[in-house]
């Protein structure tokens, strides 16, 4: 198989497009030609951090004069920024937010990957310094345009999500709430240095990233893993742990989500579950995908975009 067609079989699954191996191809197209779109306004904003020349997509529309909150928004491994911005810039325009997409490194434009140390790709294999990248990138956003440094926040998808789960880890000083979709942790992770307010979505059919741990289901996903994945439910008892989080969470089923939440935790910093059990490797709700991925064909039970923010509405540091 050539290598286009390898980068664009995992921009499929990594960037969430595709759950059908017989119609990868197809689907990829579908969705990079929505991506494309939505992007209207983003700005290409340029830094050199480690050495290397790094860029991030920029969309700014604050309301009023005053600082406005700061999404840092991590494409899957395999894709790019272009993958990520169609997902937030309505909601941006919405709520005046001023939202940050990064691209990550590869072997070519369309195959960017992050450092999450257990995957994936280009990043791992170089040990790239994304945690140092995201951090310049705050800076670089607030010498663009007024940013709330109590309002900043980080969601990933997929790969984005492993390295989300890292960057609160390092950066929960700067960090006020984090949103990970359909990505993983490891079990080598540092202990966080404050308490985070962490959102998980994950669903129990994803193929890529699977709910119970382990290497991947998809072949040349395992390729690009360093170690094996930890299970969703270690992900969400590291940061009840690191967060403080005492008692019993809250449990709430309605069709098609199992939602956990815990909110007895130190600063205020929730830690929210959304299980999914038909659920596949995708973005609820995200914009071309009218169908839930890896699962059975069912609209998804909720919109990723829209949950997300309003956790980090009410999460302020």
């Known amino acids: 198989m050539g290598i286009a067609i390898v980068g664009a079989v995992m921009g499929v699954l990594l960037a969430g497009a595709a759950e059908a191996q017989p ?48 999404v840092i ?39 960017g990957t992050w450092n999450a140390a257990g995957c994936c790709g280009e990043a791992v294999s170089r040990g790239i310094d994304d945690i140092g990248f995201i951090n310049a990138l705050i800076d670089d956003v607030s010498k663009q345009t007024p940013i709330d440094p109590r309002r900043i926040y980080i969601t990933g998808f997929s790969n984005g999500g492993m390295l989300t789960h890292r960057v609160a880890i390092a950066l929960g000083s700067r960090i006020a709430a984090a949103a990970v979709v359909s990505g993983a942790l490891f079990g080598n992770e540092d202990a966080p240095r404050t308490p985070v307010p962490m959102l998980i979505i994950h669903g129990e059919q994803d193929p890529a990233v699977g709910f119970n741990g382990g290497m991947s289901r998809t072949g040349f996903v395992a390729k690009a893993q360093t170690m094996p994945y930890r299970p969703v439910r270690d992900a969400v008892d590291f940061w009840r742990k690191a967060n403080g989080c005492t008692g019993t969470p809250s449990v709430t089923t309605t069709p098609g989500i199992r939602q956990e939440i815990s909110n007895a935790c130190r600063g205020r910093a929730d830690v929210l579950f959304y299980d999914l059990p038909q659920g596949g490797h995708s973005w609820p709700g995200s914009p071309g995908r009218g169908r839930f991925a890896g699962g059975a064909e069912t609209a998804a039970p909720i919109d990723a975009t829209d949950t997300i923010w309003e956790f980090f509405r009410s999460h302020p540091r």
């Open 23 to 70: 119609r990868l191809l197809e689907r990829w197209r579908e969705a990079r030609g929505a991506h494309s779109q939505g992007t209207s306004g983003a700005v290409t904003q340029t830094l050199r951090v480690g050495g290397l020349e790094r860029s991030y997509l920029l969309l700014a529309t604050p309301r009023g004069n005053g600082p406005a909150p700061l």
């Open 73 to 111: 928004v991590l494409h899957g491994g395999g894709g790019g920024p272009e993958t990520m911005m169609p997902r937030w810039a309505d909601k941006a325009r919405a709520a005046g937010l001023v939202i940050a997409a990064p691209k990550g490194i590869g072997r070519n434009d369309r195959m």
